[in-house]
T-cell receptor
Framework: QKEVEQNSGPLSVPEGAIASLNCTYSDRGSQSFFWYRQYSGKSPELIMSIYSNGDKEDGRFTAQLNKASQYVSLLIRDSQPSDSATYLCAVNSGGSNYKLTFGKGTLLTVNP | KAGVTQTPRYLIKTRGQQVTLSCSPISGHRSVSWYQQTPGQGLQFLFEYFSETQRNKGNFPGRFSGRQFSNSRSEMNVSTLELGDSALYLC????????????FGSGTQLSVL
């Protein structure tokens, strides 16, 4: 079982729609969760971080965390063509050997 | 503030050689972490350095090593290169560690022939 899995893409949504990106993880001890956006040919940049169960909102972005279900999601409201990118879910496992594990990413395309 | 700087931008090596990559973090950042990115495996954590000590390590063979200097600059070394080492190598810096926002450099594209 892969440690961090993301819903397979590519995901295509029309401009103005809500894009929903999902991620599951296997390590129940995981403590920190991140969503990075990576444009083609560019480096990842942090969109959201979430550390406790529930929702966290920042502008058009909402991260949702459910530790019982080992699930984290990212919602993008009013999607714009500039949101077209690969979205990477990253999970920091806890414990003495904590490390950052990335999912393989979901390619999102927002069509004008 | 200057961003994270990685050098060189591109490298071409042959199998069996070794390579050293450099990363200068954002001023004031003490944590530097390294990642390998390939189309097949995605972004994978190599290791993290904080105050000149390796604090965490991913699942990579011992051919991959690194170090950090007193000014927080970091180098990564790969010995006995294999074709499968061809990848984009990214470093990232943060103030305290990988449990907070990471700032990534532009990466070093390594091609092993």
């Amino acid at each position: 079982q892969k440690e961090v899995e993301q819903n397979s893409g590519p995901l295509s949504v029309p401009e103005g729609a809500i894009a929903s990106l999902n991620c599951t993880y296997s390590d129940r001890g995981s403590q920190s969760f991140f969503w990075y956006r990576q444009y083609s040919g560019k480096s990842p940049e942090l969109i959201m971080s979430i550390y406790s169960n529930g929702d966290k909102e920042d502008g058009r972005f909402t991260a949702q965390l459910n530790k019982a279900s080992q699930y984290v999601s990212l919602l993008i409201r009013d999607s714009q063509p500039s949101d077209s990118a690969t979205y990477l879910c990253a999970v920091n496992s806890g414990g003495s050997n904590y490390k950052l594990t990335f999912g393989k990413g979901t390619l999102l395309t927002v069509n004008p | 503030k200057a961003g994270v700087t990685q050098t060189p931008r591109y490298l071409i090596k042959t199998r069996g050689q070794q390579v050293t990559l450099s990363c200068s973090p954002i001023s004031g950042h003490r944590s530097v972490s390294w990642y390998q990115q390939t189309p097949g495996q995605g972004l994978q954590f190599l290791f993290e350095y904080f105050s000149e000590t390796q604090r965490n390590k991913g699942n990579f063979p011992g051919r991959f090593s690194g170090r950090q200097f007193s000014n927080s600059r970091s180098e990564m070394n790969v010995s006995t290169l294999e074709l499968g080492d061809s990848a984009l190598y990214l470093c990232a810096s943060s103030q305290q560690g990988i449990n907070e926002k990471l700032f990534f450099g532009s990466g070093t594209q390594l091609s092993v022939l």
